[in-house]
């Protein structure tokens, strides 16, 4: 029941929405995103782990002025069950609803075994949220562990309903199947998405050297952001492994990478783990890619479907990154990439030849023979190497291009 209270209430039936702690960076850009989209229907939070979606909403719950109540339900695996999902969004919406019955209804619909939510439950619900004399927020955090069909249906069938005091926030790594298109062509849908959350520079620079006070020049700064691409959890990884190395800093920005031990440990756990065997197989294989397409990526696999996979893998924020908007080329985020290729050679350490070498043949074929000409270096394959430059390489003397040309004379045994 709610008190007389004018604060805002915050309800998480299961896990308490985070505190805001000393070193977590203010983001009024993106609060004002969150707070000009609250008169839309919904708000889809969305990307890869590490981008700050939790903390972001945490600070926008903090933020929020009394007359906005906020029901907030951290889901899991074990959720991934209709009953089991909306006994926790009635349970959370029960804690800011006046009165002691609010849901009681609903509830009780969801016990009879083998109910049907859209015609049943959901309908009371809405209804009763309707009626409520105050705007809620209803928050869905991690919502890609909501998998199941009936979930789906249930949630598409709330969203199309929800009242008009009743706000929905989903918090997810990878976008749900929930006719996203439709509700953004009713100016519905407000998205924050992964290049809103990643820092900017100013951001950046705010956290390593204003709060954490570590000193680092911009030019320094400017490198840590271009290898993390400002993934907040990166740079959060990149501040921790600074620690007591004043004058390695340089050095340690310089090589920054994938195989840095706190990334291996975030990215492995995070990432890599939970995916499926076909999945993590491709993304290791493609690895030693710089930019895909489902072509090229079929060639080096050696088998078909790779640019349904790559569709799939962008739309899920593998940390897979379109390059134009036909979805016809991708890449990897550079920290993610080096992982990925670092545990190529661990899982497979006689694969990256034959792998380079697959991907030398696809871009001769394509005409696309500075690309080739790499691959096949990085193949070892000296002899098609040599081949590609002898057929190429007046065109580059002619237009110029020298220093091309010189370096892959260098890479090439015995020149």
Known sequence: MVSGSTAPIVVNTKLRAPLLRSEQLPRPRLLELLETGIERRITLVSAPAGYGKTTLLSQWLHSKEAEVFFAWVSLNRQDNDCIRLWRHIVESLGQVAPGEEFGADVLAA???VGTRLVETALPVLVNELGELPHRVVVVLDDYQFVTDNGCHESMAYFIEHLPQNIHLVLATRSDPPLHLGRIRAWGELNEIRTGQLAFSAEEADFLVNERLHLRVGPDDLSVL???TEGWPAGIYLAVLSMEGKEEERHDFIESFGGSNRYILDLLGEEVLAGLPDEQKEFMLRTSVLSKMSGSLCDAVMGR?????????????????????DQGGWYRYHHLFSDLLHYELKISWPDLEHILHGRASAWFDEAGLFESAIRHAIAATDYERAGALISRHWFRYATTGQLASLEHWLEALPGT
């Open 225 to 227: 952001l271009d290898r």
């Open 304 to 324: 078909e479907g790779s640019g349904l996979l790559l569709g799939e893998l962008a739309r899920s924020n593998l940390f897979v990154v379109p390059l134009d």
């Open 110 to 112: 969801l016990s009879v």
